[in-house]
Each structure stands twice: as structure tokens, then as C-alpha cells.
């Protein structure tokens, strides 16, 4: 039997009591430490044990050769993966010349805490070595919020009950072994030593590292300083220095009450441009900055950037502490995958672990960008303007693809295509349509006219003229999309994929209506009035299959005279099905990995009417077996919206605890940060029942399930700060900071003012009778208190 980690239940922290080695690679991702560029691995301090070491600097990558038996043209030459890059935050110790090793000797305790509101990662052990002395350890470890470069560690021992003789060894250490990689295609591809030494140096209590990658070529600086702290006449402190090691080493002796206590800040610096001195003396100003600032005030910094944070994001949950938690643990890590990462892309695994060789696909605009827009918009803007800048990179693309416009990259770190096989990669070109969906909300949720204007804008031209020269008028006048795959892997190369078609439909209308707000700016685009009219043709002609005798929409066209899947002759070690059957029969059969037609009935869902969204849901919850962490989140959304509240609260929860639970088996590659995402989503847009509208509004129709007596959440809209508090009975809206703002109560009007908060019943919660999922794929059942 599969374990997985086991941590109290807590509203503001993730407390683990003791260690389980077996959970050791798992236990590393929930503890990581991020700010968006720079990522730290919840490695222990002393480097081993270790499941996955993992550092990693967002954006910085290795090229690898991508093999095919058979290579066709326009295929992609050169994948990308994600490396680690040099250890910063080991801290290596003996105890009277025996190593502090938790394989060995005796743990009396083992405790770690990651705390939501503070910011760190804290860990106290106590240790008794296999001679028999005792030491207790505490380590406190943070990757700075606010200064983007940094990261630090307090570490500090003591003896229990006898003196003890210690040497710490604090070190950089680069190209560190990593484990076999397995036969997963998640996985990542392990590049054994990618870093090329060109420095090294140890003066003082300074360690720097300088290395460069071979292939992409890519530079990276890495620099410590050291505060200790020690009993007076016995410490002694030396440091050396080689290609791949940079070393601090502190010797002391203490009697019982003695302590020993090291502050250790390290920086970061990389480039694919700067020049060696330059980065160097890049990644020390940075460390100076952190050493002017302390480790106190690192600390005060730290708290302060997440309090202003939880002030305007905050979601609570009454009658279930486990989402309670696991909202705010999401909502921690969405904001360490986004906060920093300036114009860089939002990996799948945020700097978590190396799964999915550290790429971004298409779930960073449709499930981590929402929740940043509408909690840390200047991250959700930056993440965009990453997108503009490698609109040269798509455009190239599209031309090699015979195609108009921009043909953003299915999966990818620098902007190049990295996806080696195309039914699932470059066929998938719905991933265009949900970059001009997260500018469309950018816009519409923050009013930035000028980001619309100067970034916007060229996104939503070029997506335009992709859809145009992909799709065709038929001889009826009908326009289809054929040959392509939409967010269903279980499903490739299919015509009028209708999440693909109405999110192209949207993406044309956006396009036209923003090239008319800007008509100078759409000139010198060469954006015409009959390329405008072009695109609005085309939408309004948008074909969206529909099963007439069913009374369905088809996921894409014929869709439902497939054979269905064998869903009885599955077990549960059937699951994931892409590990054990080919895609060919996986692609013709009536099986879906994850939400496709219901995902597009919540991002589109103007398109349905709310009967047809009832149908539609009923008809493909029996064909859907998640088999992505993609899923659970928008089935619990439609769940909602259509009135089976207990199965929306199921989903939650499936969303909520996918790492904490480990519930896809492979958290040790890193976290999955679009399932911790879609948590947020169901909350506030499932059982808020919060929808954009008509591009400046915004729309709430809140329900909740018998087990939950209330939610309450926070977001910014439109520069102001709004509250909304849901109870079983009634909805209260509470505009906290900013100018009055008006938003709709289900079909109701309301006008909100900083001077008191609105009030409003709810009406009574429609019931429909409950859809079954394929054969022991349904979601684990959240239960009513008492």
C-alpha cells in the first residue's frame, strides 16, 4: 500500500511530527520554499537522506536532443529541462566525528512546520548519535518575497546532556547526484553534472560559485556569507573552495545551555547575456543587501509582504478543516510560484521538483493566472508579459506550421515548442485561446487599459489570426476547426473539439472588440476593417457539435457514436490509463482523462443554457475518470452551478488534498500547482458562484453544500477590495477598501460602499438527482460534521 505524508490539521500551517523516510520525496515538495525565481526544495538542511535535491532558478534550463524513430517535418528538434543548479542551502554536521545522519543513531523527535503567515520552513530535532551524544537541532529556512534574489537559513545546535565536539560544514555545492529516472513520462529527464565550472572562491566567511550550461548556455552565480555565533575562544572558522564545492567549515566544542548558531544568506544571479564579472557582482550586491537587512529583518519583511497578502486573498472555510487548510497551503504556494517570477512562465510544478522537466503548459493561464489576477494582479501581468515576449518565438512557429498569426508552444521554459509528440503537443492549439482568455480577464479584472493597449492587444491580434488560418468556412457558411486536440488527452486529432471552438469563437470577438478600443495601436498591427469583420464572421459561424437525439453537446464532432470505454473491465491498478493502453485505442473510444466539455461549459459558460449544462454534465461524468489533476476542480465548479452540491463539496476535496494526500502518486516530482489553483476556483467560483461579465462586472451566486456553514473570501477587483461572506442562508458583501463598486447578486443589482457592508438571502438551492462516475472513480465523499 501506497503512504503519503501525514500532517496535522491546522488552519495556518502544515506541522509534520516525525519522519517518514518512505514519504521523504513527497515531504520535499510540500515543504518547498519559492518566490517565484528563486526555488528551494524542502531538502533536509544536512542534504541526506534526500528523495529529489532540488534548486532551481525559474527560466534557467538545459537543452537536450528530443529522439523520434521516425522524424517528420515541423517537428521540434531540442527539448528543455529544468536543472538543479548549485545547493545552497546545505548544511553538513558532526558530532563528535560521526555524522548527523537521521539513517543512523537514534531520533528522539523530528518536527517541521511550514508556516502560512511567517513565511519559513521550521525544524526542530532532537538526535542521539550512534556513540551516544545528544544534540538538539533547529533550523529556520526562507526564500525571500521581497528581495527577489535571496534566500537564507537560521541553523543553530545545542547539547542536551553532555558536551559535545561539533564541526558544521556549510556549503554550495553544483551538479549534485540525482535518482534514476523512472519510466513515468511526467518525470523529468535527469542531465547528469549540466554545469560547466568557470569560478570559484572562499575568502573569509564568503563562498561564490560561477557556472555556466553547455548547451543553452546560460550563466549562473551563486554567493554566501556567514554570521556565527559561538562560545568565546572556541570556535574556529576556515573556508575552501573548488569547481563544484565551495566550503565553510566552523569548529567548536559546547557544554550543556552552550549553543552554536550560524546565519546563512545566499544569493542568485543568472543570465543568458551578462557577462561573468558582471553576474558576480550581481549575485554579491544582492548579498549585501540580504546582510544589511539581517535576519531579523529578512524575517519582519517576510511576514509583512504576507500579510498584506492574506489581507486581500484570505478564504475561510467552516465545516471542513481540511480544506481550511489546504486552501491557504495552495494559496501559499500559488503565490510562491508567482510572486517574483517577472515576464517568466509559471511552471506546471511552480519550483517545487523537476516533474514535467520544469515546463509550462497551457493550465498556468486557465488555472494558477485566475487566482493571481484576482489576488496578486502585478504577478498575473507579469506572467502575461512573459507570453508577449516570446510572441517572436510563436509567430515563427506558426509560419512553419503554414499558419498565420502566433502559435504559442504546447508545452515549453524559453518559448520554443518542446513537446515531442504532436497528437498531444503542437495539436493542441486551444493553449493559444487560453492566453487571450487570461489577458481578456486581466483586463476585465483590473481595468488596466494600458496593459490591454501595450501587451494585450498583439496577443489577441496574433491568436485571431492563427484561429482564421486554421479554421474554414464550409459551403454552407458553417466554420469548423478540424485536426485538433483539446484539453481531453484521451481524445487526439478530432474535428470541432467544441472547448477548442468556443474558446476560438471568444478569442476572434476579443480580438475585433480590442483592435476597435485601440484603432491607432491596431493600424501599426496592420489590423483592417476586413480582417476585423473576418474574425467576427468566423465566430459568429463557430461550429459547436450537438447530439440532437441525446440532447448533448459532443465533445468534439461524433464524439458520442464512439464505442464507450470499458469502464467494468478496469481495476483500480488500471489507473492512470495512459500507463497501461495505447493512446490509438484510448483516442477511439468514448473515455475522458480529464474535463473537456465541462470546462468549457465554466470558462464559456454564456454559450449553455443552465439545462443544457445539467445534461451535458450527466452525460460525461460516467466517461470521465480523472485521470488528470486538471479535473476535479471544474467538475465541482458545474457540480455546483447545476445543483449537486455534495458531489461539488466531493470534488473540493479531491482538489484541495491532491498533494497533501499524494492522491496521484507522484507528488514527489513537485507539487501540483494548478490542482492547488482549482481549490481557490471552487471555492469562490463553484460555491461563490463568482463569474465575470459583460468585460467590467461582476456576478456572485453563492450556494453551499450541507457540511459547510459558511465561506468567506477575499479579492481584488478593479483596484478595490471586496469581501464576500457566505452562509447557509445568506450572502454578505463588504467592499473594503476603494471607490463604491457595483456587482449582481444572481440576477440583482448591488451597490457597495466602504460605509457598510450588503446583505442579501439566498434563494433555495436547486437539487438534481446525482450522476455516476465510471466504476471506483468516484471522488472520496466529504461528510457531514456530526
Known amino acids: 500500500m501506497i503512504s503519503h505524508p501525514a500532517y496535522d490539521v491546522s488552519p495556518w500551517s502544515l506541522r509534520e511530527r516525525e519522519l517518514n523516510l518512505d514519504v521523504l520525496p513527497q515531504s520535499e515538495s510540500v515543504f518547498a520554499l519559492s518566490n517565484g525565481h528563486i526555488g528551494w526544495r524542502g531538502n533536509l538542511d544536512e542534504g541526506e537522506p534526500n528523495g529529489l535535491p532540488g534548486t532551481y532558478l525559474n527560466g534557467l534550463h538545459e537543452l537536450h536532443p528530443l529522439p523520434y524513430g521516425e522524424a517528420g517535418y515541423g517537428y521540434p528538434e ?164 573548488g569547481d563544484d564545492v565551495s566550503r565553510l567549515t566552523v569548529t567548536t566544542v559546547l557544554d550543556p545551555g552552550q549553543r552554536l548558531r550560524l546565519e546563512k544568506f545566499v544569493a542568485y544571479g543568472w543570465s543568458a547575456t551578462r557577462s561573468l564579472p558582471a553576474l558576480r557582482d550581481q549575485a554579491d550586491a544582492a548579498l549585501v543587501g540580504a546582510l544589511d537587512t539581517g535576519w531579523q529583518g529578512l524575517l519582519d519583511q517576510q511576514r509583512a509582504y504576507l500579510d498584506d497578502f492574506w489581507e486581500a486573498a484570505d478564504v475561510e472555510v467552516d465545516g471542513d478543516t481540511e480544506i481550511q487548510q489546504a486552501v491557504r497551503f495552495g494559496l501559499f504556494h500559488i503565490l510562491q510560484t508567482g510572486a517574483r517570477a517577472e515576464e517568466r512562465a509559471l511552471p506546471a510544478k511552480g519550483l517545487t521538483g523537476s516533474g514535467y522537466d520544469g515546463h509550462t503548459f497551457w493550465d498556468a493561464e486557465t488555472f494558477v493566472l485566475p487566482v493571481l489576477t484576482f489576488t496578486s494582479p502585478r504577478a498575473a501581468s507579469e506572467v502575461l508579459r512573459w507570453r508577449y515576449n516570446t510572441l517572436p518565438v510563436a509567430q515563427e512557429r506558426a509560419r512553419q506550421l503554414g499558419l498565420a498569426g502566433a502559435a504559442f508552444p504546447w508545452r515549453t521554459i524559453n518559448g520554443d515548442e518542446a513537446s515531442s509528440y504532436w497528437p498531444a503537443g503542437t495539436a493542441a492549439f486551444h493553449v493559444n485561446a487560453d492566453i487571450a482568455d487570461a489577458v481578456v480577464r486581466y483586463v476585465a479584472a483590473t481595468g488596466d487599459d494600458a496593459f490591454e493597449r501595450d501587451i494585450g492587444l498583439e496577443i489577441l ?118 500507463l497501461h493502453f495505447p493512446y490509438f485505442d484510448l483516442y477511439r473510444k468514448q473515455v475522458v482523462k480529464q474535463a473537456d466539455l465541462v470546462l468549457a461549459m465554466y470558462l464559456r459558460g454564456d454559450a449553455f443554457t443552465m439545462e443544457e449544462k445539467a445534461r451535458n454534465f450527466a452525460y460525461y461524468e460516467p466517461l470521465t475518470v480523472r485521470d488528470s489533476s486538471l479535473s476535479a476542480y471544474c467538475q465541482s465548479v458545474i457540480a455546483a452551478e447545476v445543483g ?106 448591488l451597490s457597495l460602499t466602504t460605509e457598510r457592508p450588503v446583505v442579501r438571502d439566498l434563494p433555495p438551492a436547486k437539487h438534481r438527482p446525482e450522476p455516476s462516475q465510471p466504476p471506483g472513480r468516484a471522488p472520496r465523499r466529504r461528510h457531514h460534521p456530526g
Not at 543553530?156 to 564541526?167: A, G, K, N, T, Y
Not at 476593417?529 to 474574425?535: F, L, P, R, Y
Not at 469502464?567 to 491498478?573: C, N, Q, R, Y
Not at 445568506?730 to 457595483?742: R, S, V
Request: glycine share 6%; charged share 25%.
Open 461 to 578: 491580434v496574433e491568436t485571431a489570426r492563427l484561429w482564421r488560418s486554421l479554421g474554414h468556412h464550409d459551403h454552407a457558411g458553417a466554420f469548423h476547426i478540424d485536426g485538433v486536440t483539446g484539453p481531453d488527452e484521451y481524445s487526439a486529432i478530432a474535428d470541432d473539439n467544441t472547448y477548442t471552438n468556443l474558446m476560438a469563437q471568444g478569442n476572434l470577438v476579443a480580438a475585433a472588440d480590442a483592435a476597435e478600443r485601440h484603432p491607432r495601436h491596431a493600424a501599426t498591427l496592420g489590423v483592417t476593417a476586413e480582417e476585423t469583420a473576418a474574425w467576427r464572421d468566423a465566430a459568429a459561424a463557430m461550429t459547436v457539435p450537438f447530439n440532437k437525439e441525446l440532447g448533448v453537446h459532443e465533445q468534439s464532432a461524433g464524439f458520442t457514436r464512439h464505442q464507450t470505454w470499458d469502464f467494468d473491465g478496469m481495476d483500480a491498478d488500471h489507473y492512470p490509463l495512459l
Open 78 to 241: 531540442s527539448g528543455q529541462t529544468v536543472i538543479n543548479v548549485t545547493n545552497g542551502k546545505l548544511i553538513r554536521l558532526l558530532v563528535d566525528d560521526e555524522p548527523f545522519d537521521l539513517r543512523y543513531g537514534t531520533i528522539r523527535s523530528h518536527e517541521r512546520v511550514l508556516d502560512l503567515r511567517a513565511g519559513v520552513l521550521v525544524r526542530v530535532c532532537e538526535w542521539v548519535s550512534p556513540a551516544g551524544r545528544a544534540i538538539r537541532v533547529r533550523s529556520t529556512r526562507l526564500v525571500s518575497f521581497q528581495q527577489r534574489a535571496v534566500a537564507a537559513v537560521s541553523y543553530e545546535v545545542e547539547p542536551v546532556d553532555e558536551q559535545v565536539r561539533l564541526v558544521l560544514q556549510s556549503e554550495l555545492i553544483a551538479n549534485e547526484e540525482l535518482p534514476p529516472v523512472a519510466g513515468d513520462p511526467r518525470v523529468a529527464a535527469a542531465l547528469e553534472s549540466p554545469l560547466r565550472s568557470e569560478e570559484n572562491s572562499a575568502v573569509g566567511t564568503r563562498l561564490r560559485l560561477v557556472h555556466s550550461t553547455v548547451r543553452s548556455q546560460l550563466r549562473v552565480a551563486t554567493a554566501a556569507d556567514h554570521l556565527v555565533d559561538g562560545p568565546q575562544g572556541t570556535t574556529k572558522i576556515s573556508s575552501e573552495s
Open 644 to 749: 449537486h452540491l455534495q458531489l461539488a463539496h466531493d470534488y473540493l476535496g479531491e482538489s484541495a488534498l491532491m498533494d497533501l494526500e499524494d492522491l496521484e502518486n507522484n507528488s514527489r516530482d513537485g507539487l501540483h500547482i494548478a490542482a492547488l489553483a482549482g481549490t481557490w476556483t471552487a471555492l469562490v467560483a463553484g460555491l461563490g458562484g463568482m463569474r465575470l461579465f459583460d468585460r467590467d462586472s461582476i456576478r456572485f451566486a453563492p450556494r453551499l453544500p450541507d457540511a459547510l456553514s459558511r465561506i468567506a473570501f477575499r479579492l481584488i477587483f478593479r483596484g478595490r477590495r471586496l469581501r464576500v461572506e457566505v452562509t447557509r442562508t445568506a450572502a454578505t458583501y463588504t467592499l473594503a477598501e476603494g471607490e463604491p463598486l457595483e456587482v449582481l447578486h444572481y440576477e440583482e443589482a
